[in-house]
């Protein structure tokens, strides 16, 4: 009888082992707050997107423009989600309107770009992917390094200054080489809109309460 029940006492040790050496659970990843929501809708068309570098400058510009675009429409939807902030609200409903129109023309013109023959020469092709790549990661790299507050509403305009810029930067590096007429106009106009919104992100930034 005691070697019976000796054996159903390890019997049952086996099936049930102890609490401390059952396997444990994997721990969860955090839930993203708000604001890395934001990073992320962001970069997400961006990095999704496989990053153009033909030999067609014109195409490979717009081509990349759109997940950007795409991107600050993205966040912007997500931030008109929680911000009560009028002034943020309207800033948020001005770069989806402004980005979806932009993304509309993008579309129109690249049937055009497609069969446009090659007019650059290979350095100048090698000098604008390769500064347009850089301007995409560090770009991609300083929102991942921002220090975030509390605050989502000077987080979202901390995170537009920087989106804003990139697209400043690569469209002035189009603007040295492209001989497209419309691709000249629409680069100028995206540096001229965005570098006065990136003025207006920085006034408001700077008041204490937002």
Known sequence: MLLNLNAQIIQDTHQNPPSNQQEKQPISAPKPTPSQTIINAIQEPIMQEKFLESDYLDL?????????????IDASQIVLKYSKNPTIRKIAQKIIKDQKAEIE????????????????????????????????????????DLN????????????????????????????KYTQ????RALAQRIIQSQEQEIKEFEILLSKARL
């Open 60 to 72: 490979n510009y717009i081509t990349n423009m759109i997940p950007h675009h795409q991107g600050a």
């Open 180 to 183: 497209n007429e419309q691709v």
């Open 105 to 144: 023309e993008f579309g129109i013109l690249l049937p055009t770009l497609e069969t446009q023959k090659k007019l650059y020469s290979p350095k100048e092709v090698t000098l604008f992917n390769q500064q347009a790549k850089s301007d995409k990661n560090t770009m991609i790299q300083e929102m991942n």
């Open 148 to 175: 975030l507050t509390p605050n989502i509403n000077k987080n979202f305009l901390a995170l537009m200054i920087l989106h804003h810029q990139c697209a400043i930067d690569t469209s002035k590096e189009i603007l």
